[in-house]
Each structure stands twice: as C-alpha cells, then as structure tokens.
C-alpha cells in the first residue's frame, strides 16, 4: 500500500508539475503577443503623428502661398482701378 501511495505521489507531482510548466509558457507567450501589439501600437501611432504633422506643415505653406498671392493680387487689382 505504501509503494503504491509513493507511486501515485509521484505521479501526481510529476502531473502538477507538467500543468504548472505549460501554464507557465502560455504567460509567456500571452506576454510576448501583448508586447508585440503594444510596440505595433505605437509605432502606428508614430507613424500618424509624423503624417499629421507633415500635413500640418503643407497646410501652412498651402496658407501662406494662399496669402501672398491674394496680397499681390489685391495690389494689382486696385492699381487697375
């Protein structure tokens, strides 16, 4: 009786073990994964602040073109007149 308690012991322990070691790499890749997703996150989100910010430079230059030539234009016209 006492053989067959130490066996089942061990296979129990031996079968805790297997389920904590498995629980253990699936942590590890649910971690890796979310990393992953964080960093992909914020590259993107890097990626659309640059283009935001590259958009906002062009509208500006687009505005202060916009603005010269009504300057210009303006002169012309009241010199016409």
Do not use: P
Not at 30 to 54: D, F, G
């Amino acid at each position: 009786m006492k053989v067959q308690l130490s066996s089942m012991t061990r296979f129990f322990e031996n079968l805790v073990k297997q389920v904590v070691d498995h629980q253990e790499n699936l942590n590890k890749k649910y971690l890796e994964v979310i990393e992953k997703m964080e960093k992909e996150r914020r590259e993107r989100e890097e990626a659309w602040r640059c283009q935001a910010k590259e958009n906002h430079k062009r509208e500006e230059k687009r505005r202060k073109c916009g603005e010269e030539k009504r300057g210009k234009g303006e002169g012309i016209s009241a010199r016409k007149r």
